[in-house]
């Protein structure tokens, strides 16, 4: 099964100049209790983004060149793992978003003024909200935030955006 995680603003926007546009400790947590023990593919500017390879999970990078240091698949290849997760950016949400089974979306509880990567508009894809949970910020976040969960119902695949 494929899911996906990404935390986006209220617009959407989920990065600026290469890099998250916040500082949020309770979501990074988060992040880390979902994808620990699974496989997390992203794409190649999100992997030169990461500090370096994040504990007890297997990396995928998706690219068109060559890479050192890292796993890169194709989309194909992508396809047919069991348990992963696309873990962004903006070019790879797009790319997966008609393949995944659930979204674990945050909202942070702001609108960022220059960002330049948003998360496409789920609205119509056939995504269905099953779990949400407002969350004060802590010392370390900047914003409050909503976890969110998506699960793909099936029922209106013929609105899917290409
Ligand atoms: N808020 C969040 O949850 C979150 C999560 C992740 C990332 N981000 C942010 O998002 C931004 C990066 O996103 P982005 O859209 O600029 O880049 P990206 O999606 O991380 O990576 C784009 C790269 O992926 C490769 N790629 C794309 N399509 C491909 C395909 N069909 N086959 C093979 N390779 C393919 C290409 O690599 P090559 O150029 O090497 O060929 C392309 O340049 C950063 O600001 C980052 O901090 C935010």
Redesign the pocket.
């Known amino acids: 099964m494929l899911r996906m ?4 603003d209220r617009n959407g926007a ?8 916040w500082r949020q400790s309770t979501d990074l947590q988060h992040f880390k209790h979902i994808t620990s023990g699974g496989i997390i593919v ?6 030169d ?1 990461l500090p370096g390879v994040l504990p007890n999970r297997r990396h995928i ?5 060559e ?1 050192e240091g890292v796993e890169v698949m ?2 194909e290849q992508i396809l047919k793992l069991e348990n992963a997760f696309i ?7 797009k ?1 997966f978003l008609d393949k995944v089974e659930i979204i674990h979306r ?1 909202i942070i509880d702001t609108r960022v003024a220059k960002a ?2 948003y ?1 496409p508009d789920i609205s119509g894809m056939g995504f269905e909200l099953i779990e949400e949970k407002y969350t004060e910020a802590g010392p370390r976040d900047d914003h409050d935030m909503i976890f969110q969960t998506w699960k793909q119902t099936g029922t209106d695949n013929t609105k899917i955006k290409k």
């Open positions: 995680i990404v935390a986006c989920i990065g600026a100049d290469g890099d998250m546009p992203m794409g190649r500017k999100t992997w983004s990078v998706l690219s068109r060149g890479l194709n989309v873990i962004g950016g903006g070019e790879i949400y790319l945050t330049d990567t998360f």
